[in-house]
T-cell receptor
Framework: DSGVTQTPKHLITATGQRVTLRCSPR?????VYWYQQSLDQGLQFLIQ???????AKGNILERFSAQQFPDLHSELNLSSLELGDSALYFC?????????????FGPGTRLTVL | GQQLNQSPQSMFIQEGEDVSMNCTSS?????WLWYKQDPGEGPVLLIA?????ELTSNGRLTAQFGITRKDSFLNISASIPSDVGIYFC?????????FGAGTRLTVKP
């Protein structure tokens, strides 16, 4: 158990819909990272927040957005969902802003878009 | 598609054998990382490499940061059944982190 929690574990929705994935980092960790893992694209870094502010951006679509709240939990919002958005979404946390190395991954949310 | 070239894609080995996998990139990275992912779980960091030429061990695992900063390898010695899983390499520069497609390891008892 990494100490990072993600909810929900599974999510099934339809194209065009909007969903919110939630992540609670390890106690004391200030950085939260979001990743997408799909069969054809592998593991891709989406975005990082540090202490409430966006810190780095990877391959995140404009239809996706994230935020980190004062209590340090984070939410990833996915809108206008497409079939290709079906994937595992991982959250990771670390104590510091950089380096990225000491990341602890949550169990993931499996999103299925029908 | 993938941004790092990781090979092999899969390996089937006998318990006790040594394993070697590697990652190459056209880009230079500041850090190379190796993760293991078990089914239904998130990746777990195995080894982090910070300097070109660095060789680091973690138990039966050894990884090296290539001199050109464009490649890294991971060796597992004397494999055991619990080594089964998918191993990912990742390269980090100042603002981004990219992953290999993974090497799926199967260990036969």
């Amino acid at each position: 158990d990494s100490g990072v929690t993600q909810t929900p574990k599974h999510l099934i929705t339809a194209t065009g819909q909007r969903v919110t994935l939630r992540c609670s980092p390890r106690s004391g960790d200030l950085s939260v990272y979001w990743y997408q893992q799909s069969l054809d694209q592998g593991l891709q870094f989406l975005i990082q927040y540090y202490n409430g502010e966006e810190r780095a951006k990877g391959n995140i679509l404009e239809r996706f957005s994230a935020q980190q709240f004062p209590d340090l939990h984070s939410e990833l919002n996915l809108s206008s969902l497409e079939l290709g958005d079906s994937a595992l979404y991982f959250c990771a946390s670390s104590p510091r802003d950089i380096p990225y190395n000491e990341q602890f991954f949550g169990p993931g949310t499996r999103l299925t878009v029908l | 598609g993938q941004q790092l070239n990781q090979s092999p894609q899969s390996m089937f080995i006998q318990e006790g054998e040594d394993v070697s996998m590697n990652c190459t990139s056209s880009s230079i990275f500041n850090t190379w990382l190796w993760y293991k992912q078990d089914p239904g779980e998130g990746p777990v960091l195995l080894i982090a490499l910070y300097k070109a030429g660095e060789l680091t061990s973690n138990g039966r695992l050894t990884a090296q940061f290539g001199i050109t900063r464009k490649d890294s390898f991971l060796n597992i010695s004397a494999s055991i059944p619990s080594d089964v899983g998918i191993y990912f390499c990742a390269g980090r520069d100042n603002n981004d982190m990219r992953f290999g497609a993974g090497t799926r390891l199967t260990v036969k008892p």
